[in-house]
């Protein structure tokens, strides 16, 4: 049956706002320290006192130069700073600096990776540089007033904004994760999302499947994580929907995520460009740079996800699903890397344990793979200790739980708790003998032509050897002698 949705196709455009982790704010020698004392990270500058001129922190260029270089994008060599006019309690000069028709960073391309393994380039349609307004507190205290926190007035941000190319909620998730490993193996963010350092405004709109116009758009603010966008989207675009189908109109407006209504509300409706009445900064040069400094900021570059996904792939043999997931953090590709221990491993098989076993062990304890108890060294021992033999795949979890919790050496485990496997034919044999001595009936029945009771009979032997028995040896003894 089809739905009335399935005649829609959405669209999605992201606007991700990325503080840079510079140690000086965007245009004064303040601290950008997390979690300092209301107002103790101020100067005249921040403050908008009269008077002062804000001077261009150097660093957040090279962020930004470094970013579109990820992106594969134009890297302008004169940028603007514009005004960005309005008035706010927290933004004490009364307008932003911001950049507006001349962005230090033109169009580029992210590419996304998929559930299904599929790749899909994203446009990205400009990035600039731009400085944070402060914060207002409205836990009121004894006193019964808001306040206004201007520490992180003047913490510089990147702006990245997407062309409407995304199509699907699952793809705009996936554009986001990307960005957040891209920043981060760069070091210009450190891609905190629930903290506020990577903040996701989503442009969503609908129309009818075949058409070429755009609809008319919502945009959702206060999406802190990447599910939250997708549900947010996925919710968005079928208020949309329903809306089109009453033949009602959808509103240009400004939404907000309620996380727990999981629904978006209303906020305001959405100021066109020019009210800002943007202009260049008076107080600012133009941005200038030439080509080696372009040059420089590509030498600094560590190797970035898409590259390392292409070397599992080729130099592992990894599918693209895996290999895109052990490539979305340094910490996760570094741990990858030392556990194959450049190719002396099955780089298959330490993929499996680490996305399955590993992975699902800190998912349900909420840590990262930085705080894994299991240090890549023992996961690799032990994955050695399997491939020779010494314990089976399925002894291997027990090894890998003991490990785990304990932060012990597998080898150590093994021997501790007696898991070694049991290759001695001669002594499986025994076992085998006595249980085929003490089941007549299901042998009779396998004699009869009933194979599937030889598993039952491999299950009796594991059994007995409390799953110690080397699995290849008992299937081998055991269809010797049960089939005839
Ligand atoms: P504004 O400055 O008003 O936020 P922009 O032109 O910067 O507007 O666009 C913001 C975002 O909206 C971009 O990511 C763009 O891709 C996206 N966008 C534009 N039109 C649509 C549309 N019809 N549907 C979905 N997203 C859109
Ligand atoms: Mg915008």
Redesign the pocket.
């Known amino acids: 049956m089809t739905s009335v949705y399935d005649q829609y196709e959405i669209?999605?455009?992201?606007?991700i706002h990325a503080q840079l982790t510079t140690k000086s704010k965007l245009f004064s020698g303040s601290s950008t320290e997390f979690g300092a004392d209301p107002n103790t990270q101020t100067c005249p500058v921040d403050l908008g006192m009269p008077g002062v001129l804000p001077v261009l922190n150097t660093a957040a260029v090279d962020a930004a130069i470094k970013t579109g270089l990820a992106l594969r994008a134009e890297v302008n060599k004169e940028s603007v700073f514009a005004r960005k006019n309005y008035f706010y309690p927290d933004l004490p000069k009364g307008y932003q600096i911001s950049q507006f028709d001349k962005p230090i960073i033109g169009k580029g391309t992210l590419t996304i990776d998929l559930e299904d393994g599929t790749s899909r380039d994203i446009?990205v349609?400009?990035l600039h540089l731009e400085e944070d307004a402060g914060k207002s507190v409205h836990d009121f205290g004894a006193d019964n007033v808001s306040h206004v926190d201007l520490n992180r007035a003047g913490i510089p941000l990147m702006e990245i904004?997407?062309?409407?190319?995304m199509r699907t909620p699952e793809e705009a998730g996936a554009y986001v994760r990307k960005m957040r490993a891209i920043v981060r193996f760069l070091g210009v963010c450190d891609g905190n999302m629930e903290q506020g350092s990577m903040r996701c405004?989503a442009?969503?709109?609908v129309?009818k499947k075949g058409t070429t116009e755009?609809?008319?758009?919502t945009?959702t603010k206060n999406l802190n994580s990447a599910r939250n966008i997708q549900r947010a989207i996925a919710y968005e675009a079928m208020r949309q929907i329903d809306i089109l189908e009453e033949g009602g109109e959808i509103v240009q407006e400004t939404r907000l995520w309620d996380a727990q209504k999981n629904v978006t509300r209303s906020m305001r409706g959405?100021?066109?460009?020019h009210d800002y009445r943007y202009f260049p900064c008076p107080d600012l040069l133009p941005v200038r740079f030439d080509d080696a400094r372009i040059e420089r900021n590509k030498q600094e570059m560590p190797e970035l996800p898409d590259a390392l996904k292409e070397r599992f792939m080729n130099d592992y043999g990894l599918s693209a699903y895996d290999a895109s997931v052990l490539s979305s953090s340094r910490a996760t590709s570094d741990y990858y890397d030392a556990v194959v221990a450049g190719g002396k491993r099955d780089a298959k098989i330490a993929a499996n344990w680490i996305m399955v076993e590993l992975f699902g062990a800190l998912n349900k304890q909420g840590k990262d793979i930085e705080e894994s108890p299991v240090s890549p060294e023992n996961m690799g021992k032990m994955l050695d200790l399997i491939a020779d033999g010494t314990i089976s795949g399925k002894i291997a979890k027990t090894v890998f739980e003991e490990m785990f919790d304990n932060g012990k050496d597998p080898e150590a485990v093994v021997e501790e708790k007696g898991l070694k496997q049991i290759s001695d034919e001669g002594a499986i044999e025994k076992i085998i003998d006595d249980i085929i001595a003490a089941n007549p009936k299901q042998v009779e029945q396998i004699k009869n032509g009933n194979d599937k009771l030889i598993g039952w009979f491999v299950g009796q032997t594991m059994q007995a050897t409390k799953g110690k028995a080397n699995p290849g040896i008992v299937n081998k003894l055991l269809n010797a002698k049960l089939r005839s």
């Open positions: 669209v999605i455009g992201l606007e446009g349609t400009r904004v997407s062309e409407p190319d405004d442009n969503v709109s129309r755009f609809g008319t758009r945009e959405k100021e066109n460009a």
